[in-house]
């Protein structure tokens, strides 16, 4: 993914910590205008699990924590009754600057794609051919499942004014999903017209025959 780190530049003018991308998901997670408990930030960051990460709770408490120690975010605490207190966090206008610097300037990089199932389709020299087809025929109807769950989304927030852009990547995630799912197929497809798979199907035919 894009690593993009802006410094942050205080009263001295020195350079203060420098942020990983997963600091300015929760700042854009929190650019909505929303107050936010880190359980509605864990929450609102699984909808991004289809293209970016899917955080564990500790990982947003501890960029909270991070981003509110440089001013970026503060919060305040609100009483519940018959439920603990809670911590809800806003986005500051230091950390409202730091995020539209990073979407504004950040550089366009290639993307890096780990694939695990590719990885082993790369190696399939090495393996079982029919287990890697089922290993195929798998992630195929798991990327089904992926595109199911984004349309549900999209369908959810496509009226939205707040949640265009969102909707727009939702969109983005079928299209990608559904062309990983045919490449997945076409694997397949590349693999049962294998060579050594049609000579093992005619030495077979032939002792059946004989």
Do not use: C
């Not at 549900?152 to 299209?175: K, L, R, T």
């Amino acid at each position: 993914m894009i690593e993009f780190n802006t410094p942050r530049r205080g009263d001295s003018g020195q350079d203060a910590d420098r942020l990983p991308s997963t600091s300015y998901a929760v700042l854009g997670m929190l650019s909505f205008g929303d107050e936010l408990s880190g359980y509605q930030l864990k929450k609102r960051a699984d909808n991004l699990r289809f293209f970016y990460w899917s955080p564990a709770h500790s990982q947003i408490y501890a960029e909270l924590r991070r981003l509110e120690k440089l001013g970026y975010v503060t919060h305040r605490e609100v009483k519940q009754m018959r439920r603990p207190d809670k911590r809800v966090y806003r986005i500051t206008s230091a950390g409202q600057e730091v995020f539209e610097t990073w979407m504004n300037e950040a550089p366009v990089e290639p993307v890096s794609l780990k694939h695990s199932v590719v990885l082993r389709l790369f190696f399939g020299h090495a393996g079982n051919p029919e287990r890697l087809r089922e290993v195929l025929a798998d992630y195929a109807d798991q990327v089904s499942e992926v595109i199911e769950d984004l349309r549900g989304i999209s369908e959810e927030i496509s009226e939205s004014d707040q949640f265009f852009y969102p909707a727009v990547v939702a969109e983005w995630g079928i299209g990608y999903y559904e062309a990983e799912r045919r490449a997945a197929m076409t694997a397949i497809r590349r693999l049962d017209d294998r060579p050594e798979r049609a000579e093992s199907q005619a030495e077979e035919k032939d002792a059946d025959t004989a």
